[in-house]
């Protein structure tokens, strides 16, 4: 089976519309006036239908492309504003690891909190995120416990609606 593009889409639900509209046509031609008017009222109908669907096709594949690209900036968006979150989690991990101060190598913790700023620092990450991105690094540079917490709270919220965001 062919996959199901917004073309298709449109194609096929253009055809049902102008299958439907034909065979209106023919019942009220021929309530109205018998087998020659309901030919002619279907061809009539069909023709309209068919003429309408080629003048709106591509409005609508535009209003198609336009939605598609929209969708795709937007969930990148948020799939960098995620990045950043995990990123930001995993340098809070190497700050304060759950296995004790031997569990993590200074070399890890540095390439994590390189990782971390890096990917805050992307062009492409909302403003929301980047600065509770911010706050939440600055507290975990000082090692600072309760505020680091609270600030990932903050990023963690930020990302939340980030893509909660109509």
Excluded: K, N, W
């Excluded at 509209?21 to 021929?30: N, Q």
Aim: with cysteine; proline share 4%.
């Amino acid at each position: 089976m062919a996959q199901i593009t917004p073309a298709r889409a449109l194609l096929l639900l253009v055809g049902g519309l102008i299958c439907l509209t034909t065979a209106s046509g023919a019942l009220i031609g021929a309530l109205f006036g018998g087998a020659a008017v309901a030919l002619a009222a279907a061809v009539c109908s069909g023709t309209a239908g068919a003429l309408a669907a080629l003048f709106f096709r591509r409005r609508a594949l535009r209003h198609f492309a336009t939605a598609q690209r929209e969708a795709g900036t937007r969930g990148y968006a948020e799939g960098i504003a995620h990045g950043v979150l995990l990123h930001v989690a995993a340098y809070e991990a190497a700050v304060f690891p759950r296995s004790g101060p031997a569990g993590v190598s200074p070399e890890e913790r540095a390439a994590r909190r390189t990782l971390a700023y890096r990917m805050a620092a992307l062009d492409e990450v909302p403003r929301l995120v980047r600065e509770a991105a911010a706050d939440t690094l600055a507290m975990l540079d000082a090692a600072d416990r309760t505020g680091t917490e609270e600030a990932l709270a903050q990023l963690a919220a930020a990302v939340r609606q980030e893509y909660a965001r109509p």
